[in-house]
């Protein structure tokens, strides 16, 4: 089974709809991250979270909320979903301590389109 | 913004051949990472260099790191048609977390 599991893989919605992404993970991490992809913008940090009780906002956290279910558990909400957040979403997580940064391990992704 | 700039944005090459990757950024930084995307997957972890490191071998791949250049370049020797990706080169300032440049998009021809 993989370690970084994400539901679901492909979504379509229509503008104005809340949608909820999921991220599960069985490596034990306390770091979680979610990251959209476009089209040659490389990955742009959404929101992270250090452990249950420390969520921060990333570069482009409007339009966004999460919530860090467990430690295992990492959903992201577009509370009215619009056109422009049709993306790749990715969750990642990372062993973590202190105040560097790790090796990441990423989720296969969820194609998000909204019409 | 993007704290990487990778160069090229796009790369072709011959099996066989060796391809290298350049990536820049602006401020300084406690460690670099490399990470490979095939087509519409996750990422997957190459390599990881810190700012006192100056180069890095793993298999095939080797990574340095120029802080006073900030500039790290990723070199594949003897590449394969499986190396085609899109390589992303990924900083740490502070704080935790990865600040990742827009990808090289690598074409490894048979």
């Known amino acids: 089974d993989a370690d970084v599991t994400q539901t679901p893989r492909n979504r379509i919605t229509k503008t104005g709809k809340r949608i909820m992404l999921e991220c599960s993970q069985t490596k034990g991490h306390d770091r979680m991250y979610w990251y959209r992809q476009d089209p040659g913008l490389g990955l742009r940090l959404i929101y992270y979270?250090?452990?249950?009780?420390?969520?921060n906002k990333g570069e482009i956290s409007d339009g966004y909320s999460v919530s860090r279910q467990a430690q295992a558990k990492f959903s992201l909400s577009l509370e009215s979903a619009i056109p422009n957040q049709t993306a790749l979403y990715f969750c990642?997580?990372?062993?973590?301590?202190?105040?560097?940064?790790?090796?990441?391990?990423f989720g296969p992704g969820t194609r998000l389109t909204v019409t | 913004s993007q704290q990487g700039e990778e160069d090229p944005q796009a790369l072709s090459i011959q099996e066989g051949e060796n391809a290298t990757m350049n990536c820049s950024y602006k401020t300084s930084i406690n460690n670099l990472q490399w990470y490979r995307q095939n087509s519409g997957r996750g990422l997957v972890h190459l390599i990881l260099?810190?700012?006192?490191?100056r180069e890095k071998h793993s298999g095939r791949l080797r990574v340095t790191l120029d802080t006073s250049k900030k500039s790290s370049s990723l070199l594949i020797t003897a590449s394969r048609a499986a190396d085609t990706a899109s390589y992303f080169c990924a900083t740490d300032r502070t704080g935790g977390k990865l600040i990742f440049g827009q990808g090289t998009e690598l074409s490894v021809k048979p």
């Open positions: 260099i810190r700012s006192n490191e």
């Open positions: 979270s250090f452990d249950v009780k420390d969520i």
């Open positions: 990642a997580t990372s062993e973590g301590s202190g105040r560097g940064a790790y090796e990441q391990y």
